[in-house]
C-alpha cells in the first residue's frame, strides 16, 4: 500500500498505538485491519458484541465500534466499553450520524459514516489521538522549566 509513504499523510500515522475494531462483517474488518496496520497501527478485531469482553484483558487506545452489530445495539456496546475501560476513547461507525441518540453521542469521542474514506477515518483517529495525549500531558505551573 502507498499511503503511508506519501508525505501528505505521514501525519495520519499511527504509533503502535492498539485499536480495537468491532464491526458484524469480517471483509469489512479485514480490510479496515490491513489500512490502519499499513498506517502504523496495532490492530485487534471482533466481529460481534462478545469483542467487547476483548476489552477485560486488552487495554487499548481507541475502540472503533459499530453502531449496527447483531444482537445489540450501539448505545449498549458505547455503554459496556465505557464501564470495561472508561478512559479509551470510542469512535462509533455509524449509517446516518442524525439518527445518534444524544445518550451515545455524548460518549463516544468521534461519529463518522461507514462510507466515509479511509483518510477521513484516519483523520479521526490521529485527532483523537492527539487530542488523548495532549490531554495527558503534565501540567506545568509557572516556575517550572518548560
Known amino acids: 500500500m502507498a499511503f503511508p509513504n506519501d508525505d501528505g499523510l505521514a501525519h495520519l500515522r499511527g504509533h503502535q498505538q492498539v485499536l480495537l475494531c468491532i464491526c458484524n462483517c469480517e471483509e469489512i474488518l479485514a480490510i479496515r485491519k490491513l489500512v490502519l496496520e499499513a498506517f502504523g497501527?496495532?490492530?485487534?478485531?471482533?466481529?460481534g458484541i462478545?469483542?467487547?469482553n476483548t476489552?477485560?484483558?486488552?487495554p487499548v487506545d481507541l475502540a472503533i465500534l459499530d453502531y449496527r452489530v447483531?444482537?445489540?445495539n450501539g448505545e449498549l456496546i458505547v455503554i459496556n466499553a465505557k464501564i470495561i475501560q472508561?478512559?479509551?476513547p470510542i469512535l462509533m461507525l455509524v449509517d446516518e450520524p442524525a439518527t445518534v441518540p444524544e445518550?451515545?453521542?455524548?460518549?463516544?469521542?468521534?461519529?463518522?459514516?461507514?462510507?466515509s474514506s479511509s483518510i477521513h477515518l484516519l483523520e479521526e483517529i490521529a485527532r483523537i489521538m492527539q487530542a488523548e495525549s495532549e490531554s495527558s500531558r503534565p501540567?506545568?505551573?509557572a516556575g517550572q522549566a518548560a
Do not use: C, F, M, W
Open 41 to 47: 497501527y496495532k490492530v485487534l478485531t471482533t466481529d
Open 50 to 52: 462478545d469483542g467487547i
Open 55 to 58: 476489552l477485560v484483558n486488552q
Open 70 to 72: 447483531p444482537g445489540t
Open 86 to 88: 472508561p478512559l479509551t
Open 103 to 115: 445518550s451515545v453521542a455524548k460518549l463516544v469521542h468521534a461519529i463518522v459514516t461507514r462510507e
Open 139 to 141: 501540567v506545568r505551573t
